[in-house]
């Protein structure tokens, strides 16, 4: 089981529509990225969340701890909106000699926006 | 200035060239990332070099070569490369290590013929 798993694969959408992607992960984190990646592009960090809810624009990133749980939503989505939306994870300070210098990565949901 | 800036875009080089990828970050961030990623993977992270030393190298083949020159580039030699190691590279930086927030390039397009 990936350390970092993310729902859907993929999800296609009207432009309006309220969109949520989900993320789960089974280790102890510091914290948690969303990042976004248009096809061929790099990437670009949308959000670092460590607890709550942050905010930026139509987009919304929650995370809750305790579930090891994390959603990205888009309101009022847009074809430029159209990307690939990957969930990556920071790992914990107890972790040292382990993994926690590097993130870790979700396989990422495509997003489709129709106009 | 919040940009990692990564030159050349796009890449297309022989098995017998030799060739660099450049990263530049003008943040003061003293870690600095290469990955890999294949077309619909992750990236998948090849090094990390703190305060301008290597630290990481997550086993990868010998014909790439890191070097970080000061504080604010990064550069990743190729030579002998094979078709497989078409992908698209990307630099990435944040505060040190440890921490968290990460910063990424555009990525460097490569194409081995």
């Known amino acids: 089981k990936n350390e970092v798993e993310q729902s859907p694969q993929n999800l296609t959408a009207q432009e309006g529509e309220f969109i949520t992607i989900n993320c789960s992960y089974s280790?102890?984190?510091?914290?948690l990225h969303w990042l976004q990646q248009h096809p061929g592009g790099g990437i670009v960090s949308l959000f670092m969340l460590s607890s709550g809810k942050k905010k930026h624009g139509r987009l919304i990133a929650t995370i809750n701890i305790q579930e090891k749980h994390s959603s990205l939503h888009i309101t009022a989505s847009h074809p430029r909106d159209s990307a690939v939306y990957i969930c990556a994870v920071k790992r914990g300070a107890g972790d040292y000699g382990g993994s926690n210098y590097k993130l870790t990565f979700g396989k990422g949901t495509l997003l489709t926006v129709n106009p | 200035d919040t940009e990692v800036t990564q030159t050349p875009k796009h890449l297309v080089m022989g098995m017998t060239n030799k060739k660099s990828l450049k990263c530049e970050q003008h943040?003061?961030?003293?870690?600095m990332y290469w990955y890999k990623q294949k077309a619909k993977k992750p990236p998948e992270l090849m090094f990390v070099y703190s305060y301008e030393k290597l630290s990481i190298n997550e086993s990868v083949p010998s014909r790439f070569s890191p070097e970080c020159p000061n504080s604010s580039l990064l550069n990743l030699h190729l030579h002998a490369l094979q078709p497989e190691d078409s992908a698209l590279y990307l630099c990435?930086?944040?505060?040190?290590?440890?921490?968290?927030?990460?910063?990424f390039g555009q990525g460097t397009r490569l194409t081995v013929v």
């Open positions: 943040m003061g961030h003293r870690a």
């Open positions: 990435a930086s944040s505060q040190g290590v440890l921490r968290a927030e990460a910063f």
């Open positions: 280790v102890g984190i510091s914290a």
